[in-house]
């Protein structure tokens, strides 16, 4: 795969130069530290199933505010009725999502985004981007988007952003993070969410940009 060694003309787009290489370094960082909290977890345990793992899911949440505080341009705002804090950078809302479990599972599997949770598809039904092509359901697949309320005014406490980014990555509980990559979703037709762009980033700070693994174009 072709390397960039700058930020992606999406990502300057929607975060400008500095705020784009500096979330592009902190966010495999606070992902490698939410996932290591959750490995621990489950260490302790002693347990064989994964409970332990996925139950400290809100450590995807807490470390990426945690290490993107102190960023000129990003701030940190606790949704409503949420105990959790989600970084908003040049007014975009940043949004952690654990799409898998191993690399095998493809991104752009219809499957995939029926895994977000209410607050995120709830914040795409109103801030999200609109659809740039339709892509068919799968048959018995429940439209998650169905009883979302896009009419709550205070999700944000107040805040009406300009665009939402989901923050996708794949953690195994042995050894570690995977993959992490950002990109857009919308609430297209039969009320799924369907990726309109997404890009690799970094998994190590100090590595090269990824170029566009999924565009709005690959996905047709």
């Given at each position: 795969?072709?390397?960039?060694?700058?930020?992606?003309?999406?990502?300057?787009?929607?975060?400008?130069?500095?705020?784009?290489?500096?979330?592009?370094?902190?966010i495999?960082?606070?992902?490698?530290?939410?996932?290591?909290?959750?490995?621990?977890?489950?260490?302790?345990?002693?347990?064989?199933?994964?409970?332990?793992?996925?139950?400290?899911?809100?450590?995807?949440?807490?470390?990426?505010?945690?290490?993107?505080?102190?960023?000129?341009?990003?701030?940190?705002?606790?949704?409503?009725?949420?105990s959790?804090?989600?970084?908003?950078?040049?007014?975009?809302?940043?949004?952690?999502?654990?799409?898998?479990?191993?690399?095998?599972?493809?991104?752009?599997?219809?499957?995939?985004?029926?895994?977000?949770?209410?607050?995120?598809?709830?914040?795409?039904?109103?801030?999200?981007?609109?659809?740039?092509?339709?892509?068919?359901?799968?048959?018995?697949?429940a439209d998650?988007?169905?009883?979302v309320?896009?009419?709550?005014?205070?999700?944000?406490?107040?805040?009406?952003?300009?665009?939402?980014?989901?923050?996708?990555?794949?953690?195994?509980?042995?050894?570690?993070?995977?993959?992490?990559?950002?990109?857009?979703?919308?609430?297209?037709?039969?009320?799924?969410?369907?990726?309109?762009?997404?890009?690799?980033?970094?998994?190590h700070?100090?590595?090269?940009?990824?170029?566009?693994?999924?565009?709005?174009?690959?996905?047709?």
């Amino acid at each position: 795969m072709a390397r960039l060694s700058e930020p992606s003309p999406w990502a300057v787009a929607r975060f400008g130069y500095a705020i784009a290489v500096a979330l592009a370094e902190l966010i495999p960082a606070a992902l490698h530290a939410a996932v290591g909290r959750q490995m621990d977890a489950q260490q302790a345990s002693g347990l064989r199933t994964l409970y332990p793992f996925g139950g400290a899911w809100p450590a995807r949440y807490e470390e990426l505010a945690s290490h993107l505080r102190g960023v000129a341009g990003v701030r940190v705002v606790r949704p409503y009725k949420r105990s959790f804090g989600v970084g908003v950078a040049n007014n975009v809302v940043l949004l952690p999502f654990e799409y898998a479990k191993d690399l095998t599972t493809r991104l752009d599997d219809l499957r995939v985004l029926g895994g977000l949770n209410k607050l995120t598809v709830e914040l795409l039904a109103q801030y999200g981007p609109e659809p740039s092509h339709h892509q068919p359901t799968l048959d018995g697949l429940a439209d998650i988007a169905d009883n979302v309320d896009n009419t709550n005014p205070d999700l944000l406490r107040g805040l009406t952003p300009d665009g939402v980014v989901i923050v996708f990555y794949a953690a195994d509980f042995r050894t570690g993070l995977l993959r992490v990559g950002w990109g857009e979703a919308a609430i297209g037709a039969g009320n799924s969410p369907v990726w309109t762009y997404t890009e690799d980033l970094p998994l190590h700070p100090s590595g090269p940009f990824a170029q566009p693994a999924l565009t709005a174009h690959d996905a047709d």
